[in-house]
């Protein structure tokens, strides 16, 4: 039994307006859980549990499940970035360009998750993802002109945004943004 102190100490913590506590749980002949006679909290107490767990305010799960191999890649992408400011050139110029890879490849996975989950939209980003490698190829393998190149990186930008945007839309019910969770 709680004493005194403890009731007034939980009433103050639930706030004055809050409704009272339900009745505590007391299993029945079958064994099973079930609210005090006369008390309907019973489901209501678990539909409510759950959907704080699986709401649309929790960030999507990676496929790894609770391991932190998004966080472990960005971190081991600084320490290259940084350590390669120290190292002498052909090496040093190697670590940079490999940790600036490394973060922006855990960046990209991340937005993806996030985007294609209907938690944030990163229509621009992704797009991007898609059009400045377009740019790059045509403009290094290729002799057609800059402007052309351009041209093309931007026709890929444009379609990929138009594709993320309504896959958005179609995931997220029709917002066709979220900016938070």
């Avoid at 609210?35 to 909290?41: E, H, L, N, T």
């Avoid at 992408?77 to 190292?87: A, D, E, H, P, W």
Wanted: charged share 15%; glycine share 12%; aromatic share 8%.
């Amino acid at each position: 039994m709680a004493t005194k102190r403890q009731r007034r100490k939980r009433r103050r913590e639930r706030g004055p307006g809050a409704p009272a506590r339900p009745a505590p749980r007391v299993a029945d002949a079958s064994g099973s859980g079930a609210s005090a006679p006369g008390s309907a909290a019973g489901p209501a107490r678990a539909t409510r549990s759950a959907s704080r767990r699986a709401g649309a305010a929790d960030p999507p799960s990676a496929l790894w499940g609770s391991f932190p191999l998004t966080e472990i890649v960005i971190f081991i992408g600084l320490v290259l970035l940084v350590v390669g400011f120290f190292v002498t050139p052909p090496q040093g110029f190697v670590m940079i360009a490999v940790g600036l890879g490394l973060g922006s490849l855990a960046g990209l996975e991340l937005a993806i998750r996030e985007h294609f989950a209907a938690y944030r939209s990163h229509n621009l980003l992704l797009s991007a993802a898609i059009g400045v490698p377009v740019f790059g190829a045509l403009f290094v393998l290729t002799k057609l002109s800059p402007a052309v190149c351009v041209a093309a990186g931007l026709v890929a930008f444009a379609g990929a945004a138009w594709l993320f945007a309504s896959a958005f839309s179609r995931r997220s019910g029709g917002a066709l943004y979220r900016l938070k969770g």
